[in-house]
């Protein structure tokens, strides 16, 4: 005993065989042949928060490097100034000596500090011991960075050279913008047996933070109008995305509702013609093998060749004619309960191929079959839906009077596979390719119109889905673009109980 698959099974995807159907030159495009694969696109609510999180990314880079430019810019501008002091410090040294040096320097080193915005000047030797600061009350002791004093290795790793070095550092009690370099006194050379010492000048550092403080609000504020701007930008084409989607939703709803009414309509017809030819097949095929039977008696009693002989060879044969019509009538007023079997979707399509293949070779049509990896077996009565695709395959080939090429193409999934017949015929034009399922349709002279609704018939009767695309021929005596598509469930897996 088994159980199969659930009563009412789910609609058919539509979107497992893109990769197998990219390969195929499809008419209308790709929008209206090629089934896209599962999971293909990556989903708007991740986009947009790459998007986002790359905008804030991206405006904090920039922000943190323009707040670095500006601190770069104003420590350029406080060492300049700072190098300036220094040197007319030094000049005024060379020029204005007078004396005792110490005095000459002491009174200088005070004249600076006079300046607000500079905090104190100091000379130390290498050690760091004060050889004279601007508070004269400092000399003889040792300058203190970051609250400790500072000793001979200290200094050594300051490495003060002949250009000006800078640090904002906390320096002789306070915060300052401490400027740098060795000091000569105004001497053009410096005894080579007396340790260089260096000169520090400590600067006001609160213009420098304010500013920078200034220009980092200012950069975070404008950073931060950059990102809402540049949300208020992505929530704005997510809406209209959603929008997009949503009318697309609409469109194909309303596609959906339009196909359903056709199909509606479409059951409507077969459903009367099926009654009609219930009601009058048996009463018509009776008179019609009398008059065969008669045609063809008569048609043995004259003479080989004879007009009266063809006469009734042509009554032999049309009553035949009518007596197809009448199976093709028949065949739509069958009930639509169909045998299904697990059947080889491969097998059936060899067992087709060998009923077409002298056909095929009379109309020098080349037939190429293309199928899928791992290609589910099928619920189908083998014998009704042999006969749909014989019929889709015939008119395919009828469509290619002076030759060409039919294409056979199943691909599959877990649920239910997806059988192709392609021609490269005149094609169907767009203004009749909605009615070609509709019975006594015919664009054929010789054509009953009910070939292509007895495929629809069977396939539906068979829970399955049939569409068509076409593409007429780009230019006279090219080649248009035929394509049905069959959608069927695949067997169920049956569990052992």
Not at 15 to 28: I, Q, S, V, Y
Not at 192 to 207: H, N, Q, T
Not at 377 to 404: K, T, W, Y
């Amino acid at each position: 005993m088994s159980i199969e698959q659930e009563a009412h099974p789910a609609p058919f995807n539509k979107n497992l065989f893109g990769a197998f159907w990219a390969a195929f030159d499809a008419p209308g495009g790709q929008d209206n042949l090629t089934l896209a694969r599962n999971g293909g696109t990556m989903p708007l609510g991740w986009i947009l928060g790459s998007a986002a999180a790359i905008l804030i990314l991206v405006v904090s880079l920039v922000a943190y490097m323009s707040i670095r430019r500006s601190e770069a810019a104003m420590s350029e501008l406080l060492a300049e100034k700072g190098a300036s002091l220094l040197m007319v410090f030094e000049s005024a040294l060379r020029t204005g000596m007078r004396g005792p040096a110490g005095l000459h320097l002491q009174t200088l080193l005070e004249e600076i500090t006079r300046s607000p915005d500079i905090i104190f000047v100091a000379v130390t030797m290498p050690d760091g011991v004060i050889l004279a600061h601007s508070d004269r009350n400092r000399i003889g002791e040792t300058l203190r960075l970051e609250g400790q004093p500072i000793d001979g290795p200290q200094l050594d790793r300051l490495d003060p050279g002949e250009n000006e070095k800078w640090k904002i550092i906390s320096s002789e009690g306070q915060r300052v913008f401490l400027l740098y370099r060795r000091f000569t006194m105004g001497n053009k050379e410096w005894p080579k047996d007396v340790p260089e010492p260096a000169i520090f000048l400590g600067m006001d550092v609160s213009p420098f933070e304010i500013t920078s403080n200034q220009n980092r609000s200012y950069v975070i504020m404008l950073s931060v109008v950059t990102m809402l701007v540049g949300l208020a930008c992505l929530l704005a084409l997510s809406y209209a995305q959603r929008a997009a989607e949503s009318r697309k939703g609409q469109h194909r709803a309303e596609g959906e509702v339009r196909r359903l009414e056709e199909e509606i309509r479409r059951q409507e017809k077969l459903a009367a013609v099926g009654t009609l030819a219930a009601g009058v097949a048996h009463e018509i095929r009776n008179p019609l093998s009398s008059i065969k039977g008669y045609a063809t008696y008569f048609s043995q009693r004259f003479p080989e060749g004879s007009d009266d002989r063809e006469a009734a060879t042509v009554m032999v044969n049309e009553v035949n004619r009518l007596n197809r019509v009448i199976t093709d009538l028949l065949g739509l007023s069958r009930p639509g309960d169909v045998k299904l079997k697990p059947v080889c979707l491969e097998n059936m399509i060899a067992h087709v191929l060998r009923l077409i293949r002298q056909n095929s070779s009379m109309h020098n049509v080349n037939i190429k079959l293309r199928l899928a990896p791992r290609i589910p077996d099928v619920m189908v009565d083998m014998e009704r839906f042999s006969q749909a695709l014989l019929n889709l395959c015939l008119n395919g080939m009828e469509a290619m009077p002076d030759g060409g090429e039919l294409t056979i193409a199943v691909a599959g999934g877990h649920e239910n596979a997806c059988l192709m017949v392609m021609d490269t015929g005149h094609g169907i034009p767009s203004d009749i390719i909605d009615k070609i399922f509709d019975p006594y349709f015919t664009t054929k002279g010789s054509g009953t119109g009910l070939g292509l609704p007895m495929v629809h018939k069977i396939v539906r009767a068979h829970k399955g889905e049939i569409d068509v695309v076409s593409r007429m021929p780009a230019n006279t005596g090219g080649h248009g673009r035929t394509i049905f598509r069959i959608w069927l469930r695949a067997a169920p897996k049956s569990v052992a109980l």
